[in-house]
T-cell receptor, first 115, second 109 residues
Framework: IAGITQAPTSQILAAGRRMTLRCTQDMRHNAMYWYRQDLGLGLRLIHYSNTAGTTGKGEVPDGYSVSRANTDDFPLTLASAVPSQTSVYFC??????????????FGPGTRLTVL | GQNIDQPTEMTATEGAIVQINCTYQTSGFNGLFWYQQHAGEAPTFLSYNVLDGLEEKGRFSSFLSRSKGYSYLLLKELQMKDSASYLCAATDSNYQLIWGAGTKLIIKP
């Protein structure tokens, strides 16, 4: 059992390019999340999904979009990357209905650099 | 506003005890999490406190005071492998987590 996988592990991207970060979980968790982690700041929620077919905006959603076509996959798309989107991106999932009391399990992260 | 404060960095000696503090201010608080994150790796769950008091789990214990908006993580019998960042996160009124910036713990022999 892999848990949560993310791809790619790292990526260098030219500004203005479109990029999709992939996230797949095999734990059949209902809720999934995308965070970015920047030096000196806490994890910041970008988008979340409490169940397949639904998504919601987090603290920093601008410039990002997500979809949740099924339980396992939760891709994050940067439509037109900008240098301020340089960050480490973590995908996470939790069992239950997405309440904040549910323990979140994190993927290994994607290190994205936008030049 | 919503805020989580924890020290940026702490240093401790192998075999000793260290306490990492966290103060929080969120609307709709339900509980507080501690996660461990080794450099270059994903955060992993350590503890979740809902009620006031101390919860012990092996070498790690976590304390919560809801009235004071305060929590701490206590690590005993420190080992070199405990060198990591420790993240405090509190729930908010939107049923999401507000995360602190993390405390980097350096263990010296």
């Amino acid at each position: 059992i892999a848990g949560i996988t993310q791809a790619p592990t790292s990526q260098i991207l030219a500004a203005g390019r479109r990029m999709t970060l992939r996230c797949t979980q095999d734990m059949r968790h209902n809720a999934m999340y995308w965070y970015r982690q920047d030096l000196g700041l806490g994890l910041r929620l970008i988008h979340y999904s409490n169940t397949a077919g639904t998504t919601g905006k987090g603290e920093v959603p601008d410039g990002y979009s997500v979809s949740r076509a099924n339980t396992d996959d939760f891709p994050l798309t940067l439509a037109s990357a900008v240098p301020s989107q340089t960050s480490v991106y973590f995908c996470a999932s939790s069992d239950g209905a997405g309440g904040a009391q549910d323990t979140q399990y994190f993927g290994p992260g994607t290190r994205l650099t936008v030049l | 506003g919503q805020n989580i404060d924890q020290p940026t960095e702490m240093t401790a000696t192998e075999g000793a005890i260290v306490q990492i503090n966290c103060t929080y201010q969120t609307s709709g608080f339900n509980g507080l999490f501690w996660y461990q994150q080794h450099a270059g790796e994903a955060p992993t769950f350590l503890s979740y406190n809902v009620l006031d008091g101390l919860e012990e789990k092996g070498r790690f214990s976590s304390f919560l005071s809801r009235s004071k908006g305060y929590s701490y993580l206590l690590l005993k019998e420190l080992q070199m492998k405990d060198s990591a960042s420790y993240l405090c996160a509190a729930t908010d009124s939107n049923y999401q987590l507000i995360w602190g910036a993390g405390t980097k713990l350096i263990i010296k022999p």
